[in-house]
């Protein structure tokens, strides 16, 4: 084993040790079935210091790389996908942070010192019909008198709700009142985008008691409101204009998000996968006379999912060191970010689906394992940009001058 795996493998052990794995697995289930948060495995996961993944050494944290936590949230979602999911939110944020740090901008540091204090972050772009995402906003950020905003709005899919304590979220600035002058001469026009931080204990916030879906049930992903909830000034992050407009916090958001959300699906697929084979195993085919891992069908069903699967943690493994070593892909990091998720959700409903069927009629029981693992996979279908989004993006790096 190279030093590098070696590594990663002593990583596993000390914040994902093989017998908590085991418990969020039989928790899973239970929380599936009660729809409701995943509280015991959080606990768990703050006392092994996976909040705090990425903060550098220098506020406390071990200040691990993108790689690195890829790896883990692999492994945590092939024990529970949906304590992953959610805790993922609290690590982008987190890595969107110490992306920008380690390209110089310490801006947003102070998010560490909160994280270290035990705060925790989620992920509030998600609008209903804005398949802008990130490029524009439904919700309104109106200007303050003292450089903050008031937000009203609806922020969707916002997991960790029950626990949350601080959300970035993104709004469209509204100047129609021309008697508030905005911070300084250089103040953002009509459309711009505001980027920054509130608190859960401001006025104007109101979380859904709605999350009743498919699969992912302990992410408790519910709805957001927003109605003239303040932005302190000190949180405001960055002001950029509606469109296309590539800026650092926005590159390192995609970034973590799309590469940390297809790390959930690899280690779905994966688990998929182990859970497949051992359905072939245990199953005797009458006509055969063997075991189905003997029958030269369902080996070559089980073998072209795998095949499709181990494309996924290759680019994850690729993408990642290249963006914790700050390779300049330019125009091709889109590509590569989104391709990632994408191929990821595939995978992962694709091993879902034919584990099933190497398992049997038993799998298709509500108690069995992959049931909830099928259900969990097609939230990847929800995760923005869509196939049908990416889509133009892909053909115009080839047929667009």
């Known amino acids: ?34 729809n409701r948060f995943f509280d015991e495995d959080l606990e768990e996961l703050k006392s092994l210091g996976y909040l705090t993944l990425f903060v550098p050494d220098a506020y406390g944290g071990p200040g691990l790389s993108l790689h690195e936590v890829s790896r883990l949230q692999q492994r945590l979602a092939a024990a529970a996908p949906a304590t992953a999911l959610a805790i993922n939110m609290h690590l982008m944020c987190t890595g969107v942070v110490k992306a920008l740090n380690d390209r110089g901008d310490a801006s947003l540091n102070w998010v560490f010192e909160e994280v270290m204090a035990g705060e925790i972050f989620a992920f509030g772009i998600s609008e209903p019909s804005n398949d802008w995402v990130m490029q524009g906003s439904n919700t309104e950020a109106e200007p303050t008198a003292d450089g903050g905003y008031l937000l009203t709005g609806v ?3 916002t997991s960790l709700s029950p626990v949350w304590t601080r959300m970035i979220v993104h709004g469209a600035i509204n100047r129609d009142d021309e008697s508030i002058a905005g911070p300084d001469a250089g103040e953002p026009a009509e459309g711009s985008l505001v980027y920054g931080f ?3 204990s401001a006025e104007g916030i109101t979380v859904s008691e709605h999350w009743d879906v498919m699969g992912m049930r302990a992410s408790q992903s519910r709805a957001t409101i927003l109605d003239q909830v303040p932005m302190r000034p000190e949180r405001v992050s960055r002001t950029i204009p509606a469109g296309k407009h590539p800026d650092p916090l926005t590159f390192a958001i995609t970034s973590n998000f799309q590469l940390l959300i297809a790390s959930v699906y690899a280690g779905v697929a994966a688990r998929a996968l182990e859970l497949g084979a051992a359905g072939l195993k245990k199953r005797t085919s009458a006509k055969a006379g063997s075991t189905f891992a003997e029958v030269p069908e369902t080996r070559a069903r089980l073998a072209d999912a795998h095949l499709d699967y181990l494309t996924v943690p290759a680019m994850l493994d690729a993408y990642t060191r290249d963006f914790d070593a700050l390779v300049d892909h330019g125009a091709g990091w889109p590509l590569r970010l989104v391709g990632a998720r994408i191929k990821a959700s595939d995978a992962a409903r694709s ?11 038993s799998a298709f029981d509500n108690g069995h394992e992959l049931s909830r693992l099928y259900r969990d996979a097609t939230a990847g279908l929800f995760h923005p940009p869509s196939p049908d989004a990416a889509r133009p993006m892909y053909a115009a790096a080839l047929l667009d001058d």
């Open 1 to 34: 084993m190279t030093d590098r795996e070696t590594h990663l493998g002593e990583l596993a052990e000390k914040y994902l040790p093989a017998e908590v794995c085991e418990r969020f697995r039989e928790r899973a289930g239970v929380y599936d079935r009660e």
């Open 155 to 157: 922020k969707i899919f």
């Open 198 to 200: 509130i608190e859960r």
């Open 351 to 361: 091993a879902a689906e034919t584990a099933l069927m190497c398992s049997g009629g």
